[in-house]
């Protein structure tokens, strides 16, 4: 085993590797990047050294400081964890060059299944089943159109090189072709500096199937069980299980031998994913092959026992498996979340900010936090927006389910808009619990995914201000004495008692709110509504009672504005605030930027004569794209921004005339 690793991530997977090193004695070297000099696996690692600044191909994929760092600090080997360099042939290659072990697999497995045409190819050699398509080196455009064509829409352009739904396009129609082609190819050569693509055709109802595979130095592999991850946004996972559900045993074992012969078609070593499209009718297609530790490991971890990460380092130390196939067994079953800061009512883009206030469900044998950011951490612009993933486990998957629902109302956080009220309406739906499951399942059921539920705001309201009096309380300058005349709330004075007055605002309603003391128990008074209210507040946590209704639930107060948590609900509201009318931008409002990211394209010029829905500009944010579109017809007027341009959240791109009736 080794004495000392360096570890070439950040964030989540960092802490991760790290927490499974020192419970096996192993020292971690970590690496930061300016923007990441306070992150939670710097303070965690033994050492640490800084790479450079915050964009990661100024720091985590500066594959000559990573060296040198390595060699500097005595580092045996390094773990590449997920993305940036865990999948680049040149780093491990670099690394066996310097005499530094790689903890993934040989160059050559790498270079094999980093093309997905040469992996289609050598899988077709091995017997595996492929979805029909082209995967050639001609990349002329006619030619994949022509292909694409042949195969018949729907199909799929995906970047060769690509990965986590980066460089990928469903094409619906010959006439979206044009468009998604310069959309795929731009984004691969953006992410993975390489905009070759190839096409496949889209299939409609597909499942999304992966197997877990390992091998060792000594000619040993075997798969580790499966995970269904069908539910995806914009191409990238949203929820995943383990084991796939509704599966007959000999397809599950049909799929596992397939996987391992795929590892064995390239002389695999170490952690591998093969992923497969599953068709309603039992039949699986290859997909691609991930050469690294995938994000979802947990779920294969709580349902095998087994710790991936240590098989990880015991494989490329030379041991054996610490299990062949006979021996892997499995229990229960698990699922995972990724909590992403993202709005989903805005078609889950990227979000940035601070977390200001944050609270995790307790961790237990059944549930399990894997996070690299801690309450304070800014979610910037410069890297994936994941906060955490949530992982649970239990005897069945209707259990399993409902120890995520309760996972999630624990999971409290302030500061960043996030997808965990989306996640509760997930797990929440019927079709979920049913398992009425494919790719297309989040589109399809949006009125159940997107819903908000009515909520009583008097009711949150007056916990508000119950809230702010008990702080006020808490605050009093004599809080030994509770008989003071200073520390009661009605605005004492010599001969008379005044109601303690607040003001106020959630979203467009406004509540004149009066607090009066009377007998350690307030009577709380919003516009014709009365409240008998006793409350204890301890911390953060606020007890109280509502007309003889108890409620306990959490409170972040942020200057004037509070946010409430209960039952996995927010609810926001600010004291003293002014209400403006909506900001009148007429059909402007649609030409701002509407996430901070960089304009990776502009496709029309000062000038142009445009019709509604026409690309406009097009910014990325963590390596995905978004097109802004005409609102109307109209002209080009001017334009704000070229490529390459770093574009805050609202800033606006373009101005647009509108064509006159």
Not at 181 to 192: I, K, L
Request: with cysteine.
């Amino acid at each position: 085993m080794f004495e000392k690793i360096l570890i070439a991530n950040r964030g989540e997977i960092a802490c991760r590797i790290i927490q499974t090193a020192h419970r096996l004695g192993v020292k971690c070297v970590a690496v930061y990047s300016e923007a990441d000099r306070n992150a939670r696996h710097v303070a965690l690692a033994d050492e640490a050294f800084l790479l450079g600044p915050a964009p990661s191909r100024e720091s985590y994929l500066r594959v000559d400081k990573i060296i040198e760092v390595a060699k500097q600090s005595g580092a045996q080997a390094v773990h590449p964890g997920y993305g940036f360099l865990s999948e680049n042939a040149d780093f491990a290659r670099a690394l066996e060059a310097a005499g530094i072990t790689f903890i993934g697999p040989p160059v050559g497995a790498i270079e094999a299944m980093g093309s997905k045409s040469a992996a289609k190819q050598i899988m077709e050699k091995a017997g595996v089943p492929l979805v029909p398509g082209y995967h050639g080196d001609d990349q002329r455009k006619e030619l994949i159109k022509r292909e694409a064509d042949r195969c018949g829409y729907p199909v799929l352009l995906k970047a060769v090189a690509g990965g986590g739904g980066k460089g990928m396009r469903v094409v619906w129609n010959e006439k979206e072709f044009d468009e998604a082609f310069e959309a795929a190819r731009r984004e691969g050569e953006s992410s993975f500096g390489n905009g070759d693509l190839l096409v496949e055709k889209y299939l409609t109802k597909p499942r999304h199937v992966e197997l877990q595979v390992f091998a060792d130095t000594q000619g040993n592999a075997v798969y580790l069980g499966d995970r269904d991850c069908s539910v995806q946004r914009r191409h990238q996972k949203v929820i995943e299980e383990a084991p796939a559900p509704n599966i007959a045993p000999e397809i599950r074992r049909a799929m596992g031998e397939a996987a391992v012969n795929a590892a064995r078609a390239i002389n695999y070593v170490g952690a591998g994913t093969v992923e497969f499209l599953y068709d309603e009718d039992g039949s699986f297609y290859f997909m691609e092959m991930n050469t690294r530790l995938q994000v979802e490991h947990p779920v294969t971890e709580l349902v095998t026992g087994q710790d991936l990460v240590e098989w990880q380092l015991k494989v490329a130390s030379g041991q054996p498996l610490p299990l062949d196939q006979s021996q892997v067994k499995l229990g229960g079953h698990s699922l995972e979340v990724r909590v992403y800061a993202e709005d989903p009512d805005a078609d889950f883009l990227p979000a940035t900010g601070t977390l200001d206030y944050l609270r995790t469900p307790q961790e237990s044998r059944y549930v399990r936090v894997d996070t690299g950011v801690i309450e304070g951490d800014e979610v910037s612009h410069y890297y994936d927006p994941m906060i955490a993933k949530l992982i649970v486990w239990d005897e069945s998957r209707d259990l399993a389910i409902r120890r995520l629902e309760q996972a999630l109302e624990a999971y409290q956080i302030c500061g960043v808009k996030t997808n965990l009220q989306f996640l509760s309406n997930l797990a929440g739906s019927q079709a979920f619990k049913d398992f009425a499951v494919d790719t297309g399942f989040i589109e399809r059921n949006r009125e159940a995914l997107f819903v908000r539920e009515e909520i009583d705001e008097e009711r949150y309201i007056a916990l508000a201000a119950c809230y702010l009096t008990l702080a006020r309380k808490r605050q009093a300058s004599n809080p030994d004495d509770p008989t003071s005349p200073f520390n009661q709330l009605n605005n004492w004075r010599l001969n008379a008692t005044q109601a303690l007055p607040y003001e106020l605002v959630h979203g467009e309603h406004r509540y004149a709110v009066r607090v009066l003391e009377r007998d350690q128990a307030f009577e709380i008074t919003l516009n014709n509504t009365s409240f008998k209210v006793k409350g204890r507040l301890d911390g953060d946590r606020l007890d109280a009672s509502l007309n003889g209704h108890r409620f306990s639930l959490s409170v972040f107060q942020k200057a004037e504005a509070l946010t409430l948590f209960h039952d996995g609900r927010q609810f926001q509201c600010e004291r003293h605030v002014e209400v403006y009318g909506e900001n009148d931008y007429g059909a402007e409002a649609s030409l701002a930027a509407p996430m901070t990211g960089t304009v990776v394209a502009v496709l029309k010029e000062q000038g142009s004569l445009v019709t509604a829905g026409e690309g406009l500009i097009v910014i990325e944010a963590m390596k995905m794209e978004q097109t802004i579109f005409a609102p109307h017809d109209g002209t080009v007027e001017e334009i704000f921004f070229q490529p390459g341009d770093l574009v805050d959240e609202g800033a606006e791109l373009l101005a647009m005339s509108q064509a006159e009736e």
